[in-house]
């Protein structure tokens, strides 16, 4: 009924879906309208156009960005913040960003929920949600709420 596409290494988890003959499948419901969260890797999966990819790296699309990938630079980098995420009540949600995406641009259809620098690093476009970070290493569970009440429910009333 949903999709999560976790963090970890995006062409590794393009590689492994198609090579396990999931990738078609995993884009055509996206583009059907599956309600689909993307987290880190997840985010740039959901891409539609990826700088810095390397030579033959596939996303399944839909969501009208453009991401940087390792955009806040090497492991070493990685850092936790309290960040403003609109839709989500108080307090600032504890972002952890870990070799962590950013995205570029956006379209005209996608809502910038959250921005660290001036880069977007949570939006949604309709039944998509895509964030940098990882919500999944805090004890908060907001961002994954966000998706189960809103998103999802936003997409089974415009299926309906």
């Given at each position: 009924?949903?999709?999560?596409?976790?963090g970890g290494e995006s062409t590794t988890i393009s590689k492994l879906a198609r090579s396990f003959g999931l990738f078609d499948l995993i884009a055509g419901r996206i583009?059907?309208?599956?309600?689909?969260?993307?987290?880190?890797?997840?985010?740039?999966?959901?891409?539609?156009?990826?700088?810095?990819?390397?030579?033959?790296?596939?996303?399944?699309?839909?969501?009208?960005?453009?991401?940087?990938?390792?955009?806040?630079?090497?492991?070493?980098?990685?850092?936790?913040?309290?960040?403003?995420?609109?839709?989500?009540?108080?307090?600032?949600?504890?972002?952890?960003?870990?070799?962590?995406?950013?995205?570029?641009?956006?379209?005209?259809?996608?809502?910038?929920?959250?921005?660290?620098?001036?880069?977007?690093?949570?939006?949604?476009?309709?039944?998509?949600?895509?964030?940098?970070?990882?919500?999944?290493?805090?004890?908060?569970?907001?961002?994954?709420?966000?998706?189960?009440?809103?998103?999802?429910?936003?997409?089974?009333?415009?299926?309906?």
């Amino acid at each position: 009924d949903a999709l999560i596409i976790p963090g970890g290494e995006s062409t590794t988890i393009s590689k492994l879906a198609r090579s396990f003959g999931l990738f078609d499948l995993i884009a055509g419901r996206i583009k059907s309208g599956m309600p689909t969260y993307g987290s880190c890797a997840g985010l740039i999966l959901l891409a539609n156009k990826i700088e810095d990819a390397i030579v033959g790296q596939e996303t399944f699309g839909g969501l009208d960005v453009v991401a940087r990938r390792n955009a806040f630079g090497r492991q070493v980098d990685s850092f936790e913040m309290d960040l403003e995420v609109k839709g989500l009540s108080a307090p600032k949600f504890r972002a952890i960003f870990i070799r962590a995406p950013w995205i570029e641009s956006v379209g005209n259809q996608v809502e910038v929920l959250a921005q660290v620098s001036g880069h977007a690093v949570a939006v949604r476009s309709g039944h998509i949600f895509a964030t940098s970070f990882h919500p999944e290493l805090t004890g908060d569970n907001r961002i994954h709420r966000y998706f189960l009440d809103v998103v999802c429910k936003d997409a089974i009333k415009v299926s309906a």
